[in-house]
């Protein structure tokens, strides 16, 4: 399990004396989040020092598979706020235990972290902003990888020639610089995204004058190494779309995808490149990602009635190509089975 700790307005003594509470209680939580996956669990602790009563404010987000829970409480001692965090803690891991099994990677909950993304932005704490947008960069780093090969596919880029770690660090910058001016119907995890296709249309640009020897404008900023350290580890998770969840109840999609991991990958991808960026965006978010087509109109700013054509449209072009150019290899190789 990772731990991330971030102050405000706190001595050295209080760091301290936060870091002998959290010893004395960590065995608490520990024995819920080792069961996990290794590395599939994040908890990252904000406490405040105050004046007034209460005088501590205790903040926590805890990041497991599929969801984020925050939680927060304020007492004149720090370890009776953490007490307090910790229950709540236990108390939302049990009903979040009882929920039906997720089919999409998206992250529940992540608007409780929106107000302490907003006070970092405030009063100009980027590490601690970074560190606290560490768990979404999986899915946006997956992502990123995914419409770089989309873009060498339709030779807008040569191989190789952006390197997502780049177009991250753009991405996080501007999400810091952007944050409080961004649209308040997006919700956070579609935004970052957004901004992921805004990096990567720039790379795209900047790649395009370059090769036409202009030269090309380095960014001003950007996240340090200190604080690419609270994401990189994310960063290298893998992501792959299932052909099940594109096309279900298509006879053969299912079996698709138990064949070989590496071919199948490359396949899909090739199957969704013959889709319009758009139609395949608006499908990848709806299938993967778990988006409904109202939160898809807003992101692609169009009526909900278009969203909705094209992800049928989508769906029909893709079981057309499956069903002419793969299904009978498919049918083949169950038979030898």
Known sequence: MQVHWAYFGCTKDD??????????RQDRLRPRLDALE??????????????????????????????????????????????A????????MDRLEERPEKVTVRREGLHGIVPL?????????????????????????????REL??????????????????????VLLQAYERFASRPAQLPLDLWLLQLADDALDRACESMAESSL?????????????????????????????????????VPGAEQWDSLDM???????ESMLSRLPRIQRQALVLNTVYGYAPAEIADF?????????????DARRVLETYFREEYLPEIEEKLKAR
């Open 149 to 170: 090969r989309m873009r060498e596919r339709d030779q807008r880029l040569a191989v190789g020639e952006i390197d997502p770690s780049d177009v991250l660090d753009d």
């Open 300 to 312: 692609q700013d169009r009526p909900e009635s278009e969203v909705l054509f094209e992800l049928n």
């Open 117 to 145: 993304l907003e006070r970092c932005c405030r009063e100009g704490r980027s590490g601690v902003f970074f560190a606290w947008l560490a768990p979404l960069i999986g899915t946006l780093a997956a992502h990123v990888r």
């Open 15 to 24: 760091e301290e004396h936060l870091d002998r509470c959290w010893q004395a």
């Open 85 to 92: 965090v910790i229950a709540q803690l236990l108390d939302r």
């Open 262 to 268: 590496e071919r199948k990958h490359a396949e899909t």
């Open 213 to 249: 020897d202009q030269p090309v404008e380095q960014p001003s900023e950007e996240p340090q190494e200190s604080e690419r350290d609270s994401w990189i580890e994310w960063a290298s998770s893998t992501e792959t779309i299932a052909l099940g969840d594109l096309l279900p109840g």
């Open 38 to 83: 290794a590395g599939a669990a994040a908890l990252q602790w904000v406490a405040s020092r105050q004046e007034g009563s209460p005088q501590w404010h205790v903040q926590t987000a805890l990041h497991v598979p599929g969801a984020t829970i925050v939680v927060e409480a304020g007492h004149d001692d720090a370890g009776e706020a953490m007490d």
